[in-house]
């Protein structure tokens, strides 16, 4: 069985900071990709950025580009999200995934088999 919890959501005023975590354990499970994905009410769950070990790529989507930075640990399967410059529109749950499907579009929500709980993210004006 193979858990994702995620940390470090909150409220944060407009042009602020947060750090989103996500560790992913189960036995054995040695993930090729992690990401994040979020979901705002009434939206799709919409891409966010992700990491590939097997393609050693990062991934973001144009709408955090040059404010958000994903990174992360293959040996200890845990990801991060820095999230800078944060806006209203950047305020949703955020949900962690991961996969172990190969050579994938890592920016597609089908790619992933585990899901985290989700972790809401609020940005005031």
């Known amino acids: 069985q193979v858990q994702l919890v995620e940390s470090g959501g909150g409220l944060v005023q407009a042009g602020g900071s947060l750090r989103l975590s996500c560790a992913a354990s189960g036995r054995s499970f040695s993930a090729y990709a992690m990401g994040w994905f979020r979901q705002a009410p009434g939206k799709e769950r919409e891409f966010v950025a992700a990491?590939?070990?097997?393609?050693?790529?990062?991934y973001h989507a144009d709408s955090v580009k040059g404010r958000f930075s994903v990174s992360g640990d293959n040996r200890k399967n845990t990801v991060s999200l820095q999230m800078n410059s944060l806006k209203p529109e950047d305020t949703a749950v955020y949900y962690c995934?991961?996969?172990?499907?190969?050579?994938?579009?890592?920016?597609?929500?089908?790619?992933?088999?585990?899901w985290g709980q989700g972790i809401q993210v609020t940005v005031s004006s």
């Open positions: 990491i590939s070990w097997i393609l050693g790529q990062q």
């Open positions: 995934a991961a996969t172990r499907r190969a050579y994938r579009d890592y920016t597609s929500f089908n790619t992933y088999d585990y």
